[in-house]
């Protein structure tokens, strides 16, 4: 058994009790002679889990009876087609907030379903900043306001949410149950997965049950967030293993303290990531300092050449996944919710060592 | 370790190997110190696993060339909806085979974006049979045909499958590498996987390359199977562990002799079943004879007041899924591939015993 420290953008590390128990249920799930994967969706067993999720969910973060919660099939990209087949309104543009490649990508769909306007853009900034709240210029009549509340590429987040006329739409893939959330401010939260949720193939929708209503009957019974409304998540077969590990997932946050205790651990890690970046100009921090991610820690090295090998070393002393994305480039640590404080402080010390031997 | 005999319908059992090889490898899949769960889906190690999945379903079923093998979000359902999105032609018809349940959902979907044409159906026969090749008046001018090639409820299957003027839809989420199939006399075959190829939230398509240009620029990016293909199923995160037990799965049924060999013993599973429910008037089978599913064995007892006590006292011998769907009542065994020749023979010989008691 050699766990590595693992630093991938997503899908990512797992907190190692959850693999545990899903090892030891893996044959027979307590007591039921078979594992998860191999029950009915519709069985007294996995009605059990899927509702156990939801509540752990909304107790987690404070989810009304205002909000459906959904477990929908794919990631992100399904919905960013979704959030506009839905929630358009004819005749009116959606307002985005372009805050780098994630929303960009949101965009893209929503312009294929009607028109789409730009209240905000990090374009300028290299998308290495994103916007206060007052910043976007919202269209009062827009169909609804659209963010991406952390950028995993550029590593930005916006810290304070902005406050639009429309609904606001929220893609909280990378940092949902990282951090505190009004989550009566959204009109409507999604999430893949795959970083601090789960595995990769689920999409969890809290969505305002009045603005699901707004679906159109030209739109596929599939695609409207209504049709999952009413038994909740199983108008079709879920992904039944990836809400079973959410659920356990969600038990270990719980179990952690909730999210303000894993905030807390993430300000943290972020704090001592950044302050070893800030140190010394051998590092090179790539977000602008009021717009950085507490998830996904982005850099350059002063001498670039030196990256490849920050990453063979890093990955020799069990470190793996520091490699920034092609589009930027350098080099990313993704600390989500599982990353530990100590492989974080493991990071620290070798960054250190890297620089006396090459600064 | 009290493994039952799982008859459910979907998601069904898994072959018992496939689930202890994903227990060995939940922490640290061959020495990379991380699940599969846990890994980039761009990563060398996945590459190498969903390079194999695809390579491993093309040498199972014969797959040239001219098709694209996807693994898309969701199961079946996302399919209903993406086939018509994807192949209607505008101002024609698309044919459906009317089979039952599978057909009508997958139909509903396809009458919200265009006219639909009922070639052939089973409701007269209550969805009990299935047609012969020679039996749907298919137009010479349809989009495409689209049949089911099992329906699970009713318990039937198209035995022989039949050659429309159009291209050919079949939705095989049933039955796929249970039988044997020529893939080149289809357009387009789709599966969810939760019954013999894997976890539910997987949808396994196998399309004519040739069909995926249609799809038209009004439909969103990421519901067009003609983006999906470029760089295969990794246009966004797929569900990697759904892939990965695909590809376990794949794997056991090549070491078990590949399809023809599996058929065959699913051949043998069902006449064991069938000359049971034959042998007396006790035994109520539902389907046509020349219509008989091989993968869902449907029937009443004479007595329908038997029924509850059949399942209750089969549940305690350790024999769980065998209620029939509330649509129709009575009994089911779904035995699909994983499902043991020798687990048949327990539920014949407990049949027998039934019979005896009760008869």
New interface residues.
């Given amino acids: ?4 420290l ?1 630093f ?7 907190p ?1 009790p959850v ?2 128990k ?2 030891e249920e ?3 799930y307590r ?5 998860v ?5 519709r ?1 007294r067993i996995f009605d059990g889990i899927i509702k156990a999720a939801e509540a752990n969910l909304r107790q987690l973060l404070g989810i009304s009876d205002d909000y459906a919660v959904l477990f929908l ?6 919905q ?2 979704l959030v506009p ?1 839905n929630l358009a309104i004819p005749g009116r543009a959606a307002d985005f907030v372009d805050t780098g490649h994630w929303a960009g990508k949101a965009r ?2 929503a312009e ?2 009607g028109p789409v306007r730009v209240a905000w853009s990090g374009r300028e900034a290299n998308y290495l900043a994103a916007p206060r709240p007052a910043d976007p210029a919202f269209a009062p009549d827009a169909s609804y306001a659209y963010l991406c509340s952390n950028e995993t590429i550029g590593g930005v987040r916006i810290a304070e949410f902005p406050r639009p006329p429309s609904p606001l739409v929220a893609d909280m893939s990378s940092d949902l149950l990282s951090r505190a959330v009004e989550v009566d401010r959204f009109g409507l939260i999604f999430a ?1 997965a ?1 970083k601090n949720l ?5 999409g969890v929708v809290i969505i305002r049950r009045d603005l699901a209503a707004r679906a159109p ?7 409207r967030y209504r049709t999952h409304i009413p038994e909740p998540s199983l ?8 809400v079973y ?1 959410f659920k356990l997932i969600t038990d270990w946050v719980a179990d952690r303290g909730g999210v303000p205790a894993l905030e807390e651990t993430n300000e943290a890690k972020a704090e001592l990531l950044y302050r070893r970046l800030d140190s010394s100009p051998f590092w090179r921090p790539l977000a602008q300092k009021d717009s950085r991610s507490r998830m996904n820690v982005t850099w350059r090295l002063a001498n670039p050449e030196l990256e490849d090998k920050f990453v063979r070393e890093a990955k020799a002393a ?1 470190m ?2 520091l490699k920034g994305h092609r589009s930027v480039g350098g080099l990313r640590a993704s600390v989500y919710n599982a990353f530990p404080l100590e492989g974080v402080g493991v990071l620290v010390d070798f960054m250190g060592d890297f620089e006396k031997r090459n600064g």
């Fill in positions: 058994m050699g766990r590595i693992n991938a953008s997503g899908p990512a590390m797992l190692l693999l545990e899903a090892r893996m044959l027979d007591g039921s002679g078979m594992s994967m191999e029950m009915s969706h069985g099939p794919g990631g992100a990209s399904q960013f087609a087949l893209r769909e294929i379903v893949g795959q789960g595995p990769s193939g689920l009957d030209s739109l596929n019974l599939f695609f108008y079709n077969t879920p992904n039944t293993w990836a590990i069990g793996d996944g």
